[in-house]
């Protein structure tokens, strides 16, 4: 194997682990980086797209079986987002990309800062809910989560708003060329009320299927490079599987921190870009 | 809830889906070209049909389980999708 290859590995490996705990897909961090290294932005798109998918793969059964994830969230959030990523992609040609990127940037500090002013945990322990509870819960969207010996019962609070934020999120994706993870992670948490590492794990099982969707089109379009993406796909594929079990470990509040800081991080590089 | 995730088949599913991928892109690794072009198409048919199988037993299971609200709402998805991609190709 040769040293690019293992740079490759690498940094697929290092963000997929990050995009798993934040649930920010991480292509948003990979894609940057190798093009900093020399990687050609017109294949590196494609090679996020592997690395997301593959780290979403590699996530899903540690977040299935600690039961952070909630599908009813994802499944009712891809929905609108899907929607706003046909209708992005369909108006990408009326917006001038340089208006876009900013407005990304500027969403994204909004939601670094958002992620970074409160303190504490909105979702407390209740005694009435058991461990029988973890999950999420049968024609609701709701559910319970462990955390440090506690079961933390949890809803969603103002759907539309956050459905409606969600949908223009994938809007913005479909014209940017993005999973937009790094936005829908936030408004889980902080518009939705979703406490935030199973917002966060809810994410990567949304992305998984906005890459599925983003490979197919990339597949068509003869973008990709199946012998690099083996490397990407390794590389996230370990990656996700270590985010989501630092994810089970890591309390929430440093979660929100440690998501904020990349946000401000993203924000830098989609300027740069 | 998570005993249920746990013994279900799309736990099962996921496993076997994420190990087939991680050998099999381990492998394309150290083989020849031609062959490991093969075995990558593979590996990404597999990170594409694994998302849209999972929503699609979801919706299953949550039938099954009378939820028929969001059943239909993950029903929906891959339809949504193929739909986005048919306007976005028209």
């Not at chain 1, 470990?249 to 904020?260: C, D, E, N, Q, T």
């Not at chain 2, 198409?41 to 979801?58: D, Q, Y």
Request: hydrophobic residues 55%; proline residues 4%; aromatic residues 4%.
């Amino acid at each position: 194997m040769t040293a690019d290859a293992l740079l490759l590995g690498a940094l697929a490996l290092l963000t997929a682990t990050l995009g798993v705990v934040g649930g920010l897909g991480g292509a948003i961090l990979f894609v940057p980086a190798l093009v900093l290294v020399g990687v050609a932005p017109a294949e590196a798109a494609p090679l996020g797209m592997l690395m997301v998918a593959a780290g979403s793969l590699g996530a899903a059964v540690p977040q299935l079986e600690e039961g952070l994830l909630n599908h009813r969230i994802g499944v009712v959030g891809e929905l609108g987002a899907s929607l706003g990523v046909s209708v992005g992609v369909l108006v990408s040609g009326l917006l001038t990309t340089t208006a876009l990127t900013w407005t990304l940037a500027g969403a994204a500090l909004a939601a670094a800062g958002a992620l970074g002013l409160r303190s504490g945990l909105r979702n407390k322990p209740d005694p009435r809910t058991d461990e029988a509870s973890i999950g999420e819960h049968l024609g609701r969207l709701a559910g319970a989560y462990w955390l440090a010996g506690a079961v933390i019962p949890y809803r969603v609070r103002r759907l539309s708003l956050g459905l409606a934020m969600l949908t223009l999120t994938g809007g913005l994706a479909g014209v940017t060329g993005t999973s937009g993870g790094y936005l829908k992670t936030p408004i889980l948490s902080e518009v939705m009320h979703v406490p935030v590492k199973v917002a966060a794990a809810t994410v990567t099982f949304m992305v998984g299927i906005t890459a599925a969707t983003g490979l197919v089109a990339y597949a068509a379009q003869g973008r990709l490079d199946v012998g690099a993406g083996m490397v990407a796909v390794v590389g996230g594929l370990v990656g996700g599987r270590l985010g989501a079990l630092v994810q089970v470990r890591v309390s929430p509040v440093i979660a929100r921190r440690v998501l904020g800081a990349v946000l401000v991080v993203v924000a830098i590089l989609l300027v740069l870009r | 809830m998570i005993g249920g995730w746990r013994r279900s088949g799309t736990s099962v599913g996921l496993r076997l889906a994420t190990w087939t991928c991680f050998l099999l892109g381990s492998v394309a690794l150290l083989l020849p070209p031609s062959f490991a072009i093969w075995t990558g198409w593979v590996v990404i048919g597999i990170l594409v049909a694994a998302p849209i199988t999972r929503v699609l037993r979801i919706a299953q299971v949550w039938w099954r389980a009378g939820d028929r609200r969001f059943a239909g709402f993950a029903a929906a998805i891959p339809v949504v999708i193929l739909a986005g991609a048919v306007l976005v190709g028209l």
